[in-house]
């Protein structure tokens, strides 16, 4: 499974295995998720992190 690297709206940053409906893409449902942040234990909206290109 691949990770994905995510911040939510409180600046925390942290990783997920599963990042929902991912596979639908930005286009139709905007880049941010409702997920569990790990560090304030409540329910953030998150997006995905930006990788750095090499």
């Known amino acids: ?6 911040r939510c ?4 940053v ?6 929902p409906m991912q596979n ?3 286009d139709r ?5 409702l997920l569990r942040c790990p ?3 409540r329910l953030r909206h998150s997006v995905p992190v930006a990788q ?3």
């Open 9 to 12: 709206a409180e600046g925390h």
């Open 29 to 33: 449902l905007g880049p941010g998720r």
């Open 14 to 19: 942290f990783s997920t295995v599963s990042f």
């Open 1 to 6: 499974m691949e990770r994905t690297i995510v």
């Open 52 to 54: 750095a290109k090499r």
């Open 24 to 26: 639908l893409g930005p």
């Open 39 to 41: 560090r304030c234990a």
